[in-house]
């Protein structure tokens, strides 16, 4: 059996107990050693064996998997944050698919969820935002051009941009060009939960000066948008005039 663990984001203790009882039982453990702390695999059995994915091609990952599996062993493939998230593991469950080995997903803490816990902000505030978008750059990686971040800015929600911290003045060019005013709030938060955390607050129009300040160029999540700084109407599921499921009104309907 294959078991996709999400490590969390690097704090060894934001990894689920699911995916650490994984880990502590597992023979073989492949991970991504490019962005998962060491720290996770401290739970490990000193027999285990131990490979780092950040110099293996997909086919050696998938060798290891295979004759592990053949072997009768548990394998423990580790992904930093969720493994949903650019974690390319859709190309690994399809191969496993077809060479017929099973494997489950155990979900983890993503980085963009440990940054928005770092600078204590909500994404979804009524009348700010309720949408959440997640998206990144063209890397190596193409990014369609129905997604071109000056096409997904006219909808003014809340933005998490991954991989992108070194193109930071693209990033907001575009943005700007998309219709965000050139004071909408911004963050980049480095290495987020992890010891050497750094967060750098601004606007869209000083955040990559700030960024390049503070010597951040990866490893960092970008955000953008008003639920960053504010106004916002408080929920209707605590207020005292409103009914639900759970509780009834105090004051009456409020209409
Ligand atoms: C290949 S993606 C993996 C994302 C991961 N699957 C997740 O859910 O967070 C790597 C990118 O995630 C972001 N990232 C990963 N860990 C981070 C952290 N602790 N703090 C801030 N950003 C992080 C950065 O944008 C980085 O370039």
């Not at 702390?37 to 000193?46: D, E, F, G, S, T």
């Not at 006219?154 to 693209?170: G, R």
Request: charged content about 20%; hydrophobic content about 40%.
């Amino acid at each position: 059996m294959i078991s996709f663990i999400g490590a969390g984001p690097g704090d060894p203790d934001l990894i689920t107990v699911k995916g650490q009882k994984r880990l502590a039982e597992a023979d073989v453990v492949i991970y991504a050693g490019s962005l998962v702390n060491p720290a996770v695999l401290h739970v490990c059995r000193p027999e285990a064996e131990i490979h780092n994915s950040a110099s293996m091609t997909l086919e050696a990952v998938l060798d290891v998997m295979e004759r592990a599996v053949g072997e009768g062993k548990k394998v423990a493939r580790v992904h930093t944050g969720d493994p949903s998230i650019y974690g390319a593991i859709r190309e690994q469950m399809d191969a496993l698919d077809d060479m017929g080995i099973p494997y489950e997903v155990i979900p983890g803490v993503s980085s963009f969820l440990a940054a928005a816990a770092s600078l204590r902000k909500e994404f979804t505030l009524p009348d700010v935002s309720q949408t959440v978008i997640i998206t990144r750059l063209a890397g190596r990686t193409p990014v369609p051009e129905k997604e071109s971040l000056a096409g997904l800015a006219q909808h003014k929600a809340s933005l998490c941009i991954f991989l992108s911290t070194h193109l930071l003045d693209q990033v907001t060019a575009d943005l700007i060009a998309g219709g965000y005013p050139e004071d909408t709030p911004a963050a980049v938060v480095y290495k987020a939960s992890w010891p050497d955390e750094k967060a750098v607050q601004g606007t869209l129009r000083d955040i990559a000066g700030k960024v390049a300040e503070a010597g951040i160029s990866r490893t960092a999540m970008i955000m953008v948008g008003q639920f960053l700084e504010g106004p916002y109407q408080r929920s209707l599921l605590y207020h005292p005039e409103f009914a639900h499921g759970y509780r009834e009104a105090e004051r009456g309907s409020g209409e």
